[in-house]
Nanobody, 124 residues
Framework: QVQLVESGGGLVQPGGSLTLSCAAS????????VRWLRQAPGEKREEVSCISTTVGSVYYEDSVNGRFTISRDSARDTVLLQMNSLKPEDTAVYHCNGDLTRYSGGVYYTDNYWGQGTQVTVSS
């Protein structure tokens, strides 16, 4: 059974930092495109950052660009989201999502997995 597990959330003051980690059992995250998405109460879920399996291919949503850094720890098969200069508007539940498209027998298949999420609260 595949499980994605996020960790590293918590309560932090504005301007502070947190590092979120996404780990998986049952699959190798090193083979997957991994996204971090967040959802605040009453808001739509939004993609914050993404890292593909192509070295150097990353994406950041405009509001976090320059403050967040996504990376892989290939040895530990995890994906990290370093969050600096946190703002109250960063408060949300952060989920990681793993996505792999494979081709077999003339058909494309997509494997897609979600974690349960970790709460990030930025408040003084």
């Amino acid at each position: 059974q595949v499980q994605l597990v996020e960790s590293g959330g918590g309560l932090v003051q504005p301007g502070g930092s947190l590092t979120l980690s996404c780990a998986a059992s049952g699959i190798s995250l090193n083979r997957y495109t991994v996204r971090w998405l967040r959802q605040a109460p009453g808001e739509k879920r939004e993609e914050v950052s993404c890292i593909s399996t192509t070295v150097g291919s990353v994406y950041y949503e405009d509001s976090v660009n320059g403050r967040f850094t996504i990376s892989r720890d290939s040895a530990r098969d995890t994906v990290l989201l370093q969050m600096n200069s946190l703002k109250p508007e960063d408060t949300a539940v952060y989920h990681c999502n793993g996505d792999l498209t494979r081709y077999s027998g003339g058909v494309y298949y997509t494997d897609n997995y979600w974690g349960q999420g970790t709460q990030v609260t930025v408040s003084s």
